[in-house]
């Protein structure tokens, strides 16, 4: 059902011209794709640094909570740029990546990704008195630290994954696989 | 090598650096212009 | 020197052997590849925002860029280590890739700028160093990371 809703839509986006000439665009296309990629480096790569940071292995002779937030700015322009293209990207390709299973990965972590970061910041500040100058933090803010990198490790991973077609709908895969990826018409044909 | 010298060396190459960088982005946005003006003009 | 011969050799080494019977390693690569890029990058921009004093001003340079270039080594290294491996699998299509060159000639130019320039002027106390001389290096370090990694990115469309 939810598949059914989400494939209609895509194939709606798919009838739009803009995302037709965006797709086809060589450069404009290519373009979009590098800015989400190198964008990256500045909104995953703060958030090394500050998780660094939290696990001890960088700035250890810097207050925590100056490196938090002092990186946070720059971490979410990064992180808008990346939205805004990846939206583009996804409106380019609306087909292919909603039944994607790389994308669909990609969206649970991301949103996993993002409720430990909700959590870890709130936790982060109601203790950062008592912590702020250890070049080691608490195990417990380690350990959100490192959760929050595997994760966006994760989101990185399967983005990067999505370039390739093993489990595309075209693929001959299991009924299951089918349903993950939301690929309507092929589990149809199962029946 | 005395500080000197390395501001030098260093601030030379920089420029070069950033020239080029110009240069070669240039080219290629040139490059989309035109084909732009191909596709619409 | 013969370059051809040495990517035909690449094409034909264990290395490729193993990238090209299972599919999956060279994406895994991929994946360590571009982890490893985003450190980098992470840390150049940190260090170079930081000597341009837009970031982290309440920090001193020096600590800034000593932290940062610790991580940087570790990137390249992993960089370097991933990217032979996946060179090795398309060894052959590289060597006729116009941007595989243009990324090999900034990488050694900005391994040569990290390490011969950018390092050794760094090392000085940063207050006894030209205002101006800091905010070139940081400006081109950052300009030849960029064109190192997007020229990277280009070698998939080209």
Partial sequence: ?191 | MSLATLEKIAGGLSLLVIGSAIWFYSVQILDVLELLELAYG | MDVFAFFEWLDASWLASISKAYGGTFAVVQVFHLLAMLTLGGMVITGDLRLLGVLLKDVPSEVVIDNTQKWINVALVALIASGIFMASAVAIKLYYNSFFWAKMTSLVFGIFFVYAIRRPLLRYDHGSINPWTLRLVAVASMTIWFVVAASGRWIGFS
Wanted: net charge neutral; charged share 15%.
């Fill in chain 1, 1 to 191: 059902m939810l598949n059914e809703v989400l494939l209609r839509f895509a194939e709606w986006l798919d009838t739009h011209a803009w995302s037709t000439a965006l797709h086809e665009s060589y450069y404009m296309y290519s373009w979009v794709e590098s800015t989400h990629v190198l964008t990256l480096a500045l909104f995953f790569g703060m958030l090394v640094v500050i998780d660094l940071r939290m696990l001890g292995r960088a700035f250890t002779s810097v207050p925590a909570s100056v490196i938090a937030r002092r990186l946070d700015t720059p971490m979410l322009i990064g992180f808008a740029v990346m939205v805004v293209s990846g939206l583009l990207l996804v409106y380019a390709v609306p087909v292919r990546t909603t039944n994607s299973i790389w994308f669909r990965m990609k969206m649970v972590f991301f949103v996993a990704a993002g409720i430990n970061a909700l959590l870890f910041r709130n936790r982060m500040k109601a203790a950062v008195d008592t912590w702020d100058n250890d070049p080691i933090p608490p195990r417990r803010i380690r350990t959100g630290a490192g959760v929050s990198l595997a994760l966006w490790s994760c989101v990185v991973a399967s983005g990067r994954l999505m370039a390739y077609d093993w489990y595309d709908c075209h693929q001959n895969l299991p009924y299951f696989m089918y349903w993950v990826a939301g690929c309507v018409d092929e589990m149809a044909a199962f029946e």
